[in-house]
């Protein structure tokens, strides 16, 4: 399985961008699709995930700013983040797991400017 993640760059803050996936396999499939971020420094971090059962879990950091959406006919995952603050720079990657196994993107660089 790959993920192909896209969409980051520079943004002054209170800007917005929307991070896309393609994965190789059907994503209807997939037990958890997710985006992770992890900064300079510190640990890769959950962002928001949505399950099997279009179950969506937020970090509190991003709730009520951050979106994820499926689109199951195109095999994409999407990040719509919006109000982005300084403290949201990191490299965020897409995650999938089927059947118990992670596979993760290559991540993209999201860089918040105040």
């Known amino acids: 399985v790959q993920l192909q993640a896209c969409g980051g760059g520079l943004v002054q803050a209170g800007g917005s961008l929307k991070l896309s996936c393609v994965v190789s396999?059907?994503?209807?499939?997939?037990?958890?699709m997710g985006w992770y971020h992890q900064a300079p420094g510190e640990q890769r971090e959950l962002v928001a995930q949505?399950?099997?059962?279009?179950?969506?879990d937020y970090a509190n950091s991003v709730k009520g700013r951050f979106t994820i959406s499926t689109d199951n006919a195109k095999n994409t995952v999407y990040l719509q983040m919006n109000s982005l603050k300084p403290e949201d720079t990191a490299v965020y990657y897409c995650?999938?797991?089927?059947?118990?196994?992670?596979?993760w993107g290559q991540g993209t660089q999201v860089t918040v400017s105040s």
């Open positions: 995650a999938a797991n089927y059947f118990g196994y992670d596979y």
């Open positions: 396999r059907s994503i209807s499939n997939s037990n958890v």
């Open positions: 949505i399950t099997v059962g279009y179950s969506i």
